[in-house]
């Protein structure tokens, strides 16, 4: 049976010269009566990760499995909020945040001891979570990274940033072994529909193509006896002419 | 004390993240190097960034003021192991029995300060350094201080989220008073009435005279999204220069 897939947070391709996004695809999955959440982005969705879930009618003790694709700070944030659920780590990915590249500024040394105080349930290679869920090693980002394939979907994590990279068939983000990472990254676009990390999910095609549209709103004030401003930033999917202009 | 400011506060909301990039400071005189708030992780290569534009390193950070126990202010407290990080004895004993509901504080942030040198900072205004005074400012947590430095003939009131933004003094009402709004209306009013020149938790510093918010400096921050996995990226900028402009 496939696994039913909600998105929580669409991950978005996003960079600024004095702040960092973060913005990390976090997934839920349904299969066979059994809660899986596919990580879980930056201390700075907590209030809204749990409004989402409670949108949903899902209560975070709910939730019997999460996936950690690794350790960084924008992924492994809010696992603890998921009291009774296994976390899934690679093995290879909890040693590593104890001891992680001098070059990589992602793992705060907090975020592994915390997440070994959690219900930790480690693996070691390629295994079977439920009938058609399979936990797939894409290293290269970091030595642990995982990713999720379900049938033909596969959640990747940062094994596979944005879409651009899916065209670029390159990795853009910074990768602890390169080399590794770009045969990760092809043997993630082997899947038919991939969720990227920092990206919506797509169609690996040939075209690679969304499939949904995005929009992103900040709202900021410059003059504080004035209005907000809002700022809307939208990524919609190409449009067909067959149907312009009525959508 | 002289009072740098490193990193000007954003006075931003988005609908999938929250921003959190709060005002961080550095307080020197001829014998300490002070760090006021570390922000949140998001601002970390900034952080390193601006202590390194004033010659200094995180290892040159002697003490490391922090005002409350929220997300967006420990952070990146990681980055200074060797510094006595001075926290308020409230803030420290809530951390380790959180409210249900209260998502401001991590609960992992026990974590964070394990093995740091801490000290407790009693519920009480106090000299801490010469010229510069701890100001209790509860309300927005349950036991924020700020402080009010005593600098070239002014009084610089240092308010963290005592004093969210320039909006809260223009209105007189604190917009975000999570913990308790009685005190957080208390606090600010505090907070106003005890200097000329007011560094807010997350905007830009400000001279607030006859009701009027003077700001005292400017942001920039230039975005780029890769929305087109073909196409060429979008950038903007988020800038109060053409605001100031136009006033």
């Known amino acids: 049976m496939a696994a039913e897939i909600t998105l929580l947070f669409s991950g978005l391709p996003a960079s600024a010269d004095k702040f960092a996004f973060g913005m990390t695809t976090v997934a839920l999955l349904r299969v066979e009566g059994r809660i899986v959440v596919f990580d879980t982005g930056p201390y700075a969705y907590r209030p809204i990760l749990l409004n989402r ?27 603890d909020i998921f009291s009774k659920a296994d976390i899934v780590v690679h093995e290879r990915e909890l040693a590593y945040a104890g001891a992680p590249d001098s070059r990589d500024r992602s793992v705060p040394g907090y975020i592994g001891r915390a997440i070994r105080k959690l219900r930790l349930k480690t693996v070691s290679g390629e295994t079977e979570l439920a009938p058609g869920l399979r936990i797939l090693e894409l290293p290269g980002h970091t030595p642990g990274s995982i990713g ?8 990747a994590g940062d094994a596979v940033t944005c879409a651009k990279d899916a065209v670029a068939k390159t990795p853009s983000a910074f990768c602890v072994d390169p080399a590794q990472a770009a045969r990760s990254l092809t043997r993630a676009l082997e899947a038919r529909i991939v969720y990227p990390g920092h990206d ?3 169609f690996v095609g040939p ?26 930033f939208g990524g919609a999917a190409a449009k067909s002419f067959a149907t312009w202009p009525d959508d | 004390m002289r009072v740098d400011l490193l990193i000007p506060g954003l006075p931003a909301k988005a609908d999938h993240f929250l921003f959190g990039i709060c005002s961080l400071l550095l307080l020197r005189d001829e014998t300490r190097t002070v760090l006021f708030d570390t922000g949140p992780f998001r601002v970390r290569q900034t952080l390193l960034g601006a202590l390194k534009a004033h010659g200094l390193t995180p290892d040159s950070i002697d003490t490391v003021f922090v005002t409350h126990l929220h997300w967006d202010h420990v952070e990146n407290l990681d980055l200074f192991p060797k510094a006595e990080i001075l926290v308020p004895r409230s803030e420290f004993d809530y951390a380790a029995a959180i409210r249900p509901g209260d998502w401001g504080t991590p609960p992992f942030v026990r974590e964070i300060l394990a093995d740091m040198r801490v000290t407790l900072l009693e519920d009480k ?11 209790t400012l509860p309300g ?8 009010v430095v005593e600098a070239e003939g002014e009084r610089l009131v240092l308010a963290s989220d005592g004093l969210w933004s320039a909006r809260d003094a223009v209105r007189g009402v604190p ?15 505090k907070a106003l009435a005890a200097g000329t020149i007011f560094y807010p938790g997350h905007d830009r510093p400000f001279r607030f005279d006859g009701g009027r918010v003077t700001y005292l400096t400017q942001y920039d ?15 903007t900028s988020i800038s109060t220069r053409g605001a100031a402009a136009e006033a």
């Not at chain 1, 949903?56 to 019997?64: H, Q, W």
């Not at chain 1, 350790?71 to 944030?77: E, G, I, Q, T, Y």
């Not at chain 1, 999720?148 to 959640?155: A, F």
Request: proline share 5%; glycine share 6%.
């Open chain 1, 53 to 79: 879930l409670r949108r949903l009618g899902v209560e975070p003790a709910e939730v019997d499995t999460v996936i950690l694709s690794h350790l960084h700070w924008d992924s492994a944030s809010n696992a």
């Open chain 1, 148 to 155: 999720l394939l379900s049938e033909d979907v596969l959640l």
């Open chain 1, 200 to 202: 919506r999910p797509f």
């Open chain 1, 207 to 232: 075209p690679v193509a969304y499939v949904s549209d995005y929009t992103l709103r900040i709202r900021l004030f410059f003059d504080p006896a004035g209005q907000d401003e809002e700022l809307r």
């Open chain 2, 125 to 135: 205004e106090q000299d801490l350094f010469p010229g510069v005074r701890t100001l």
């Open chain 2, 140 to 147: 927005h947590s349950i036991g924020l201080q700020g402080l």
């Open chain 2, 175 to 189: 917009d975000v008073a999570f913990f308790d709004r009685l005190q957080g209306q208390q606090s600010l009013d």
């Open chain 2, 221 to 235: 921050f230039d975005l780029r999204f890769s929305f087109q996995p073909y196409g060429q990226d979008l950038t």
